[in-house]
């Protein structure tokens, strides 16, 4: 196969893959139909571009759609109750934790550090100090908050600190 040839293959593959992102991104559940994007709330809430009352908690995003209404997901139908799992939808649970493992690794950290990100682990911390204001005391949700599912509760479930510090 010539050289010319090969570069005939490759325009005309590419072509065709171009071709079926724009067609994926245009269709109607594509990422170019969406029409708003909202902040979820812990009690379910509809909004007129969407099927569905849609609510977040600590678990994932939840809809619940009414008699009638559907939606695609993952190329499956979906009536009544859902629950968005990211990680065990897609199947790339093992893969993000391992990504998680290596972030908070000596090796990871360096990286965190190279990048003016405040390392959590104290030996790379103490290699990279001078880049960084130091920090009297550094808290932790749990310490100052209770946790992260006391926190959301207080400070951003409907009418909590966010809610009040914005007037809603």
């Not at 171009?18 to 909004?47: C, K, N, Q, V, Y």
């Amino acid at each position: 196969m010539s050289d010319e040839q090969s570069e005939t293959d490759f325009v005309a593959e590419w072509d065709q893959w171009h071709r079926a992102r724009e067609d994926r991104l245009a269709s109607p559940h594509g990422f170019l139909a969406i029409t708003g994007l909202h902040w979820l709330r812990g009690d379910p809430e509809r909004f007129r571009d969407a099927p569905g009352a849609w609510s977040s908690t600590i678990d994932g995003v939840d809809v619940e759609l009414a008699d009638g209404e559907e939606l695609i997901v993952n190329d499956g139908l979906v009536t009544g109750h859902h629950r968005f799992h990211n990680v065990d939808e897609h199947g790339t649970r093992k893969v993000a934790e391992e990504y998680l493992k290596y972030l908070y690794s000596p090796q990871g950290q360096e990286i965190v550090a190279r990048h003016f990100y405040r390392p959590r682990d104290p030996h790379v911390a103490a290699e990279h100090a001078a880049q960084f204001a130091s920090i009297a005391r550094l808290v932790t949700i749990d310490a100052v908050f209770g946790g992260w599912a006391k926190a959301q509760a207080t400070h951003f479930a409907d009418h909590g600190t966010f809610d009040k510090i914005y007037g809603q």
